[in-house]
């Protein structure tokens, strides 16, 4: 709308003084207000859009929301809220309508919360079968047996125990790759693994694959190669708009390991996204990513960490055990129905035992019979045979053998002969042969007319203790014996010899317990005796004043010298040292030393003639003149006369 | 020594020989049985751009198409640099040529290329003309006459474009 100011309207025509003052007012203000239009009519408009901007917002919401969004994304949305101390009010804001309306929000969320559950209820479940087939791989390993143990030593449940033990596995290599390019922005090896010809080529296949599972196969775009499994070998990849980072495990990949993974790209993207977005080639830009992806080069090692014919060798170590078990089990058996064989067969080689049945059931033998109670018990000798009491099972009666041993046995006992009688049975004969006491073989004829496998008795070999004594010794006439109370007492004359073979004979008698042989005297003393008696009494005679005898008395000479012999060797053997005087003899006539002259040379001559015949030592000389016999006639004095002296110690 | 890696996408119809082409001249990384199942193979080249400076070209041999598929496109995703292959035998493969630069515009927008018209040992058969090759190049294409067989202007073409992409 437009004003002429020159034009004045009808309600400013004058009528009065004052009316015209106030008309002239009011034209004023219509000029001022004419001249404020033609002069701000521009910026009058744009005061009354923005007038209309602010009282009508909801008309200008398209312009404004594009604004406030720039708003927001340029300060930092944390302090705003803090500012506006929205926090707690958005809460419990959210709160509060969540409790109004919670179908409205289970609507909402349904379709993000229910496939983020599904995913993770099936890596769950994956997570679970793959240990669950390591498990059933390894089925026939040593480590279940181990597992079993430790389950049960433990109290934890056995799949528990499966699962701690099977998750063993090591990361070897990350790529981390270029989303857009597939270039390769870095790549680590685990130690000891062999590296790769061209990483750079591999990362770039591995991005081709993707895209080409992708396209061929998959139906949202959401969807991606996530798990590529090959043999031993696991690769898990895992994106963010930037990289893909692909990692290869070897051994049971838990899925637990894609949080790791994930965790490491969103590290990586925080510190590095700009660099890893921009990236144009120059890996070298992004070293310091290094750190962060050796920390997804993870392992875990069980002691199942082992290639893969580990669960062979087990199985082959499985097989030999069972082997030598069974193996072990055979020869077990056999070698107890080895010494139960042993058992049986020295059973029945033994007398007085009789086995009426035996049959095994598995590893236990099973027996039945009798035995003589005079023999050991079958049972007690099992040990001697390594059959353990359990092993047997045995029914045993006793019963009296009529073998010849267990008549002797039982005929021993009820006699109870000395030792020195032998007892034995043969043919149905008892044969006692021996020496005994007069009392003992008394007794035999007060046994019972029936003796239990004994048809009759032989006792002729049978004789009394002095019958026996007698028959060893075979003592001459001269000697009597006594045998009581088990002491022989010898008397009488016995030889030498005889007599000092007595002791050792006695000893073979076990009878004789002591011998008295004081009153026994040997017979060889006796005719020493005689000798000295004889020697002594024999003179030889001479002629008148001769120191040779007669003729006649040449052949006395002779028997002297015999009777000297005797004597000496009876002497030697009595052990009684004797010396013979050669007494020369004269009668008194002549004077005293002629006469011992004549009486010397009488017995030096006889001593010659004795020597001629052998008898070279023993002999001494002596001298006598006899007064006292000439009246009675004095030839008998002209002689040499013997004397035997004992030179031993008198006994 | 600085190593600068860059996606490079080898695109023409099929017999062109673009995999004898840069067979000789690169290192074989996979086999060829990749073409055909996967429909893709990777060879890498490294070529010495200065003394400080070398370029390793991740070379994409893709299957032989005259037109870019699905899938064919996912492989040209991120590639810095093209290497087109025609058959100087066949005129159509370089119409195919043209038609996959189209494309691959579209779809990357300009990034620098080589055209390389091969079997040029064939020159008896030859059946391109020189008039459209010069429109090619008065158009600012890098256009060589390459032969798979004799090893012509391979390499030539390889260190140019490792010069276009990261000098």
């Known amino acids: 709308m437009t004003v002429d100011a020159n034009q004045p309207s009808e309600k400013n025509q004058p009528h009065t003084s004052d009316d015209a003052q106030t008309l002239e007012q009011l034209i004023e203000k219509k000029r001022y207000q004419a001249l404020k239009a033609l002069l701000l009519a521009e910026e009058s408009e744009r005061l009354a859009s923005l007038e209309h901007y602010i009282h009508h917002p909801d008309a ?146 591995l991005t081709a694959i993707q895209d080409f599972i ?73 070293e310091p990513v290094d750190a962060i992806l050796h920390s997804c080069l993870l392992f875990k090692d069980n002691s199942t960490f082992k290639k893969k014919d580990a669960s062979i060798k087990n199985f082959a170590i499985l097989l030999l055990l069972i082997f030598v078990g069974v193996g072990y089990w055979r020869y077990d058996n056999w070698q107890f129905q080895q010494r139960a ?32 109670p005079l023999t050991q018990n079958p049972q007690q000798r099992s040990a001697q045979f390594g059959l353990k009491p359990q092993q047997i099972t045995s029914q045993w009666q006793t019963y009296q053998s009529l073998e010849p041993f267990f008549v002797e046995q039982r005929l021993t006992r009820l006699l109870q002969p000395p030792n020195t009688v032998s007892l034995h049975v043969s043919n149905n004969t008892l044969i006692l042969a021996g020496a005994a006491s007069k009392s003992w073989l008394k007794q035999l004829d007060l046994l019972p007319p029936v003796l239990i496998g004994v048809d009759k008795i032989d006792t002729h070999a049978l004789k009394t203790y002095l019958q026996a004594i007698t028959e060893l010794l075979q003592p001459p006439p001269t000697v009597t014996m006594e045998f009581k109370e088990l002491n022989l007492l010898v008397q009488g004359t016995a030889s030498l010899d005889w007599i000092q073979s007595l002791p050792g004979k006695l000893m073979t008698l076990p009878f004789v317990q002591s011998y008295d042989i004081k009153n026994l005297t040997f017979s060889e003393a006796a005719q020493l005796q005689q000798l000295v008696e004889s020697l002594e009494k024999t003179s030889i005679y001479f002629a008148n004043e001769q120191a040779t005898p007669t003729d006649a008395e040449q052949k006395d000479v002779a028997l002297v010298a015999d009777t000297i012999k005797q004597l000496q060797a009876l002497s030697v053997q009595l052990n009684k040292p004797v010396e013979i005087i050669v007494i020369g003899q004269t009668n008194s006539d002549g004077t005293i030393k002629f006469n011992q002259n004549l009486a010397q040379k009488r017995a030096e001559y006889m001593i010659e003639q004795l020597k001629t015949h052998g008898i070279l030592s023993g002999l001494k000389t002596a001298m006598k003149t006899d007064r006292k016999y000439e009246k009675t006639g004095k030839e008998l004095h002209r002689k040499t006369s013997f004397k035997v002296i004992f030179t031993g110690v008198d006994e | 020594m600085k190593i600068i890696q860059k996606k490079v996408c080898l695109l023409g119809d099929f017999g062109v020989g673009k995999t004898s082409l840069v067979a000789r001249f690169v290192t074989n990384a996979f086999p060829e049985k990749y073409l055909t199942t996967v429909g893709v193979k990777m060879d890498t080249k490294t070529v010495a751009i200065n003394d400080e400076l070398q370029a390793k070209l991740i070379l994409w041999d893709i299957a032989g198409e005259s037109a870019l598929n699905t899938k064919t496109s996912s492989y040209l995703r991120g590639s810095a640099g093209l290497i087109f292959v025609a058959d100087g035998t066949r005129e159509n493969t370089l119409t195919s040529a043209l038609q996959l630069k189209q494309e691959a515009d579209n779809l990357l927008g300009a990034v620098p290329f080589v055209l390389l018209i091969n079997k040029h040992d064939l ?41 276009n992409l990261v000098g």
Request: overall charge negative; some cysteine.
């Open chain 1, 60 to 205: 200008h919401i398209e312009k404004i929301a594009p604004l406030l969004a720039q708003a927001i994304q340029q300060a930092n949305l944390a302090s705003i809220y803090q500012a506006l101390e929205l926090n707690t009010i958005v809460q419990d804001k959210i709160i509060e309508s969540v409790q109004n309306d919670t179908a409205m929000y289970t609507q909402a969320l349904y379709p993000v919360i229910l496939p983020a559950i599904k995913k993770s209820i099936a890596e769950a479940f994956k997570e679970m079968m793959q240990s669950l087939n390591y498990a059933i791989e390894q089925g026939f390993s040593l480590n279940r047996f181990a597992w079993h143990f430790e389950a049960w030593r433990s109290g934890v449940p056995y799949r528990e125990v499966v699962l701690r033990h099977t998750l063993s596995f090591r990361v070897e290599q990350v790529f981390l790759i270029h989303r857009e390019s597939g270039l390769l922005i870095r790549h680590l090896s685990s130690a000891g693994v062999q590296q790769l010809r061209d990483s750079d080529a591999v990362s770039a296949m």
């Open chain 1, 214 to 286: 992708k396209d061929s196969f998959s139906v949202n775009d959401s969807d991606h190669l996530d798990t590529v499994e090959i043999g031993d070998y696991t690769v898990f990849l895992t994106r963010d708009s930037n990289a893909v980072l692909a990692c290869v495990i070897w051994g049971m990949a838990p899925y637990a390991l894609r949080e790791v993974f994930d965790n490491a790209l969103r590290v990586i993207d925080k510190n590095y996204g700009e660099l890893v977005s921009n990236f144009d080639g120059d890996s070298s830009l992004l």
């Open chain 1, 341 to 372: 064989e042993h058992y049986l067969q020295a059973l029945q080689q033994t007398a007085g035992v009789i086995i009426t049945s035996h049959s095994y059931d598995g590893k236990k033998l099973l027996i039945k019979g009798l035995y003589d």
């Open chain 2, 123 to 163: 020159i008896a058969e030859w059946d391109i003309s020189e008039t459209v090759v010069d429109e090619l190049k008065q158009q600012g294409w890098q256009v060589f006459y390459s032969s798979a067989k004799t090893g012509e202007n391979v390499e030539q073409a390889l260190l140019l474009l490792a010069q």
